[in-house]
Every structure is written in structure tokens, then in C-alpha cells.
């Protein structure tokens, strides 16, 4: 399928908006950086550059394929730099990292085997790049997928599985690689059921008008009911070691 998501300002602002660095995610990342040399891959509007930031005074680098998530970015004055890159076709920095993560960004490339080749290049003897993404079982008990029609089958064709991220990476020359799943069942809180309104989880804009409001609609009233305490979410983080 045509994996292809516009990334333009009405996105951008749903994601300021209503995205939210993720503290366990985050603390992964966290664990491999140990100054500022490190690359955010896939920035956005530079969430986890900020909060990494607060919290350890490094100021890392960041690309993304869109301007105006690179805008808001720019704004946070969180980042060393932050430049403007296609990762389907190019790596935006001469420079080499000892740490480079992708957080959600691997289902939106066309060519994962392309931007994972590239890290590899850019990346120190011994370096790692941190990939956040989520699988097949993660997709299956996320709420998108329970509540709107359509959703999985568009998920299961976007996302890369494990097996191929792993034999992209072994290609590409990385010697280790390991996976831990974060399990943090959340309850469902106006912030999360604005991103879902602004369809900042992006296949949201995949599925027909039809489906996203028969979606909505059962979990507007399922969230009213207060039936949402305790919704299940599961996320895979990777660790490829050069
Ligand atoms: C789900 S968002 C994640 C943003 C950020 N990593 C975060 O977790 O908040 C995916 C990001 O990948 C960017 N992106 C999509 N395709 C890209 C490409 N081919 N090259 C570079 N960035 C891309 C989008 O513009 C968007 O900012």
C-alpha cells in the first residue's frame, strides 16, 4: 500500500497540540545518550528532544521530511540543529553519532533497509540505533484497532515486521540486536481522545469518513460510560548495536 502520510501544518499542529513525549520510551533513549551528539531521526515537532533536554542537557540533532514539524521544533531552541531530509532518500548530517533513534518513524519510509544502511554509516564503531516502533500483537490490542473499522488491515500493511527491521539491520552490518516490549496498560484521558478528534495517530487519515466516525462515536460513548480505565498498550523498542 501507499504508505505516503502528509506531514503538512494541519498535522503539525494536532501533533504540538496533542502529542506527548512518552517517559518510558524516552528513558530508553535516554539510557544510550551520554552527550549532545546524537540524532533524532524523524523529529517531528521535537517532543522527546525537549523532554531528553530537560532532563539531561543534551541538545541532540534532528531531521524530519517536513517543514512545519521542523518549525515547531525550531521554537522549542532544544536542539543543536535540526535540518530538513527525506530519509527515503538521503541522511542530512556528514557527521557520525554514537546513538541515532527513530521513534514512530519507521512505518512512514518506503525504504526502511535505506535510512537503516545509512544509520549504520553515520553511526561510531559500537554505536546504536534505537528503533521505537510497534508489531503485529502491539497493533492488535491498541485501541485504534478495536475501535475502528478498517484500521488493523492498514496498520498490519504500513508497519515492518521485526523480522524484516532485524534482516535489514544485519545487512547493513550491525552485529547485535535486541527487542523489549514496554506494557503499560493506560486509561483513556481528554488528551488522548483529542488526538484520536485531530487524528494525530496517523491512520486515522487512512481509514474512510464512514469508519472514523462509527470509530468515534463508540469510543465517545465508551469513554463517557467510563469504560476506557485501563486500555492495553504495548510498544517494542530495538536495539541494533554496530
Ligand atoms: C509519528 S511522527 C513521529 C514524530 C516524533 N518522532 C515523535 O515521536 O514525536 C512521524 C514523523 O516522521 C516524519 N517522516 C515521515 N516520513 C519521513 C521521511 N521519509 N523522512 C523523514 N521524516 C519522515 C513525519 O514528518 C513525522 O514528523
Given at each position: 500500500m501507499d504508505n505516503s502520510y502528509t506531514h503538512g501544518g494541519k498535522e503539525a499542529t494536532a501533533y504540538e497540540e496533542h502529542r506527548k513525549a512518552y517517559t518510558g520510551v524516552v528513558d530508553f533513549f535516554l539510557s544510550h545518550?551520554?552527550?549532545?551528539?546524537f540524532l533524532d531521526a524523524?523529529?517531528?515537532?521535537?517532543h522527546d528532544l525537549l523532554e531528553i533536554y530537560r532532563r539531561s542537557g543534551f541538545r541532540g540533532y534532528g531531521c524530519d521530511k517536513s517543514d512545519d514539524m521542523l518549525a515547531k521544533a525550531k521554537v522549542?531552541?532544544?536542539?543543536?540543529e535540526l535540518r530538513i531530509a527525506d530519509l527515503d532518500k538521503e541522511f542530512p548530517f556528514d557527521r557520525i553519532f554514537p546513538c541515532i533513534y527513530a521513534h514512530d518513524l519507521l512505518h512512514h519510509l518506503k525504504r526502511p533497509q535505506f535510512f537503516i544502511a545509512n544509520s549504520n554509516h553515520h553511526l561510531t564503531d559500537g554505536g546504536v540505533l534505537l528503533i521505537g516502533t510497534e508489531t503485529e500483537n502491539d497493533l492488535r490490542v491498541k485501541f485504534t484497532s478495536v475501535y475502528f473499522p478498517g484500521v488493523l488491515e492498514v496498520d498490519l500493511a504500513r508497519y515492518h515486521s521485526l523480522v524484516k527491521i532485524e534482516k535489514a539491520a544485519r545487512e547493513a552490518g550491525f552485529s547485535k540486536f535486541e527487542t523489549e516490549t514496554l506494557s503499560d496498560p493506560v486509561a483513556m484521558d481528554e488528551a488522548i481522545m483529542n488526538q484520536v478528534r485531530t487524528k494525530?495517530?496517523?491512520?486515522?487519515?487512512?481509514?474512510?469518513k464512514k469508519s472514523f466516525q462509527e470509530g468515534i462515536a463508540r469510543l465517545q460513548d465508551d469513554f463517557a460510560a467510563g469504560k476506557l480505565a485501563k486500555m492495553p498498550w504495548q510498544y517494542t523498542l530495538m536495539t541494533a548495536t554496530k
Open positions: 545518550i551520554k552527550s549532545n551528539n524523524g523529529c517531528g515537532t521535537g522549542k531552541d532544544c536542539a543543536s494525530s495517530h496517523s491512520v486515522l487519515g487512512f481509514i474512510d
